[in-house]
């Protein structure tokens, strides 16, 4: 559990520098609960509650977002959903 508490508190940190004190270009991933469970290739970007995301899903979203210069500026959230991910990310304002 300390891991992931340190983990949370040096990404919020991090993340918070990117967006407030940095020029740099940034797109921020937070994906809800990681699970060790096969990958779908699709998610959804409208989070609420407590909800899960299988781990190549979240590799793959983070490689996927590489491609889709709409993202750039913007923290996402994501879990698991129906929406394959590349059409997901193309939807993102």
């Known amino acids: 559990m300390d891991q992931i508490l ?9 993340d918070n520098f990117l967006v407030n004190q940095s020029d740099l270009k940034y797109t921020i991933l937070q994906p809800t609960n990681l699970t060790e ?5 699709k998610i959804s970007l409208d ?10 899903d979240v590799a793959k979203t983070l490689a996927e977002i590489l491609k889709h210069d709409n993202t750039i500026g913007k923290v ?5 959903g129906d929406t394959p991910i590349d059409e997901a990310l193309a939807s993102v304002k």
């Open 37 to 41: 469970e096969k990958g779908t290739g």
């Open 47 to 56: 989070v609420t509650g407590v909800t899960s995301n299988p781990i190549p």
């Open 76 to 80: 996402i959230m994501m879990k698991s």
């Open 6 to 14: 340190d983990y949370t508190i040096a990404k919020y940190f991090a």
